[in-house]
């Protein structure tokens, strides 16, 4: 595909976009950036959820990863439907019943000021270094696509990237996102079915066929219980659990989607029928990866080295034009439904976390013009940690930073199960030493596991180890009984 075709493609793209955040802003004002005036409907929710859920990273790297670790990641997904379980039956009802715009407003009713404080702090650091990582892929795919080609250099690349996400989202924020990720994750799935009806015709099966070769392949295997191996079935589904409840349930960005739906019933239903489709798709990604290595050998084609290469590959080099455009429309759709709600929840988080917005505040030009300044701020931001990783230029060590954000879950996780399990009072003041302490304990105790634990090498789940020290802390901090759920409600009504 030449630069001024895939240009042009991304072009329309986003005039869809716009036209979409034209219509859906109108009338905007800061409740409906934050909240979308708790009127979306809770299906386009649900399905929209799915694009922000998938990144541009997952887009490629799932099908890849299918060549070393076969389908051994559906465990996590397994996972994920019981952490989705206790986000809808635990959380949200939780959410609701105080009827919060920022989720961490619970931590100042349930705690106090340095809570509150402390918990936004850690989703602003985890979301910024997140949505900027997920931004730097997708700044590359159109730099590779387009601008290498007319000597474009990559920093004006990205000021392009962060201005066409503000553009479309500055006035409406939620709610257009709401709208727009549901286009985003159309064009995500049909990437997706696509290139499977086409491997399909290639190798001359159908349906069922493609069933039958998937699953008689050396990619199909799902369970591994060699308590020794990475993929691990209990430390693979374990995790997945975790990931589902601090990266969905304790994540601004994705609650405040649910948030917006009209009353909890709706909220439960969205989180219901999302986890079905999530479960869907990632089986769907992962029959796509054994296809593409499938495919690759049926037509003696090389697989790179870098698994994550091949899908690319294949779609840029050897497939139709026209699956090649749908692949650049794939992954530009996860990277961007991936970030545009990272920004307006970064943008909700400071907005009412650090500067007191509230629900009933009226709407001033003032409280506009500050909420519009937040976001260009958050843009400018996010804008220079992308410069920043591609300065730095070593996959290794950004991959390493994007890694070093999970740890900033694990203090929100320790204060959510103290606050909602436990009856207990809590030192304020203390907390932020506690929320920064832990992050460092359950780093070095990872970086020393195998010297300290016979051999074992955490993962992901060193985020229960973080939000186990954070459990620990509050509790050395605490005294007799504390605010219970009915006292926030009183103090909030």
């Not at 399909?200 to 219980?225: A, C, N, P, R």
């Not at 992050?439 to 229960?464: Q, R, V």
């Amino acid at each position: 595909m030449s630069p001024w075709l895939v240009f042009s493609i991304i072009a329309v793209y986003f005039v869809m976009l716009i036209v979409v955040s034209v219509v859906t802003s109108r009338g905007a004002t800061s409740q409906t950036f934050f909240t979308g005036n708790r009127q979306s409907p809770w299906y386009l929710v649900a399905f929209g959820m799915i694009g922000t859920s998938i990144s541009g990273v997952t887009f490629i790297s799932i099908p890849g990863e299918v060549g070393t670790s076969q389908f051994a990641y559906f465990q996590v997904v397994l996972g994920y439907v019981v952490g989705y379980t206790v986000i809808r039956k635990v959380l949200l009802p939780l959410y609701y019943r105080l009827n919060l715009v920022s989720i961490y407003e619970y931590l100042d009713s349930r705690f106090g000021f340095w809570a509150y404080k402390s918990g936004a702090f850690f989703f602003l650091l985890s979301r910024v270094i997140g949505a900027a990582f997920r931004l730097f892929l997708a700044a590359m795919v159109l730099q590779l696509a387009i601008f290498d080609a007319v000597g474009i250099p990559f920093w004006v690349t990205v000021i392009v990237t962060i201005f066409l996400i503000w553009v479309y989202t500055f006035k409406g924020g939620i709610k257009t996102i709401v709208w727009t990720d549901t286009l985003q994750t159309t064009f995500l799935i049909l990437a997706l079915i696509f290139t499977i009806f086409f491997i399909s015709q290639e190798l001359d099966l159908s349906l069922f066929g493609l069933g039958k070769l998937v699953s008689e392949s050396e990619y199909s295997t799902i369970f591994v219980w060699d308590w020794q191996s990475p993929y691990n079935f209990f430390k693979q589904f374990i995790s997945g659990a975790f990931i589902a409840i601090v990266m969905t349930g304790l994540d601004q960005d994705l609650m405040q989607k649910n948030l917006t739906c009209r009353n909890l019933e709706e909220a439960q239903k969205n989180m219901y029928w999302f986890t079905i489709l999530l479960v869907f798709v990632n089986l769907l990604f992962l029959t796509l990866g054994a296809l593409l290595y499938l495919y690759a050998e049926y037509k003696g084609i090389e697989v790179p080295a870098r698994t994550d290469e091949l899908y690319p590959m294949l779609a840029v080099q050897y497939f139709p034009v026209a699956l090649g455009i749908a692949f650049i429309l794939g992954i530009t759709a996860a990277a961007y439904a991936s970030s545009d709600s990272a920004l307006a929840a970064l943008t909700t988080s400071f907005c009412v976390d650090f500067l007191g917005f509230k629900q009933t505040d009226e709407e001033t030009k003032q409280r506009t013009r500050t909420r519009i300044l937040v976001h260009m701020g958050f843009s400018l931001l996010i804008c220079a940690v992308i410069i920043v990783f591609q300065i730095i230029n070593d996959q290794s060590v950004v991959t390493s930073v994007f890694k070093a954000a999970g740890y900033t879950y694990g203090p929100l996780l320790g204060m959510f199960a103290f606050g909602i399990f436990s009856k207990r009072k809590v030192r304020d003041r203390w907390i932020p030493y506690v929320c920064v302490l832990s992050p460092i304990l359950s780093y070095i105790l990872s970086a020393n596991s195998k010297e300290l634990l016979f051999g074992y090498e955490f993962g992901f789940e060193i985020l229960l180890v973080n939000g186990l020290f954070t459990c620990i802390g509050l509790w050395l901090l605490s005294f007799g009984k504390g605010t219970l759920e009915s006292d926030v409600l009183a103090t909030r009504s």
